[in-house]
């Protein structure tokens, strides 16, 4: 139990496009996913926090106009990364509460802005 | 501000023996803490997580809580290879119901155990 599937597993992409990246929890309802981007050799950094039915809320520094996020039904969350620049290019994982605190991941979607 | 330490390593541990990971937090309002595992290139997998203090043990797996001295540590019993990765430490405010913050992950240890 308690799968979270993530949709691409990799992307490339020309600069200045967008880029939607999917999270589903297969086999429970969750009302609260979270979005964190991981650069290389560091560690999970939180974006977002996103509640099914309303507004996400983000980070510090996270520009919430350049990542859309959308928490539509119970089990799917989507990021969009809108006018992705090579300076975006990270490995997004989304996770999960499955009731309770603790969160699973997804398996996360490289993303690589040309 | 919520920070979690960790030593990034690497940790080197022959086959067989106890591994030993540290992790500290400068929050006292984290009230979990999760010890995930994350091999290159993968996403985290959790190995266990704990609330309260002292130890809580998982099949090979042991985490230790102790919050007045705010540590958490994670031993790995008769390591094996496989056991190989980098180690995630997490803390958290708890669930609340209402949806809230994500985990404060540490950078990580990397941990080798040698054959």
């Known amino acids: 139990g308690a799968v979270v599937s993530q949709h691409p597993s990799w992307v490339i992409c020309k600069s200045g496009t967008s880029v939607k990246i999917e999270c589903r929890s297969l086999?429970?309802?969750?009302?609260?996913m979270f979005w964190y981007r991981q650069f290389p050799k560091q560690s999970l950094m939180l974006m977002a926090t996103s509640n099914e039915g309303s507004k996400a809320t983000y980070e510090q520094g996270v520009e919430k106009d350049k990542f859309l996020i959308n928490h539509a039904s119970l089990t799917l969350s989507t990021l969009t990364v809108t006018s992705a620049h090579p300076e975006d290019s990270s490995f997004y994982i989304c996770?999960?509460?499955?009731?309770?605190?603790?969160?699973?991941f997804g398996p996360g979607t490289r993303l690589l802005v040309l | 501000q919520k920070e979690v330490e960790q030593n990034s390593g690497p940790l080197s541990v022959p086959e067989g023996a106890i591994a030993s990971l540290n992790c500290t937090y400068s929050d006292r309002g984290s009230q979990s803490f999760f010890w995930y595992r994350q091999y290159s290139g993968k996403s985290p997998e959790l190995i266990m997580f704990i609330y309260s203090n002292g130890d809580k043990e998982d099949g090979r797996f042991t985490a230790q809580l102790n919050k007045a001295s705010q540590y958490v540590s994670l031993l790995i019993r008769d390591s094996q290879p496989s056991d190989s990765a980098t180690y995630l430490c997490?803390?958290?405010?708890?669930?609340?119901?209402?949806?809230?913050?994500?985990?404060?992950f540490g950078k990580g240890t990397h941990l080798i155990i040698q054959p």
């Open positions: 997490a803390g958290g405010y708890g669930y609340s119901g209402g949806g809230a913050d994500g985990l404060t």
């Open positions: 086999d429970f309802q969750a009302t609260t």
């Open positions: 996770s999960a509460r499955a009731g309770g605190e603790t969160q699973y």
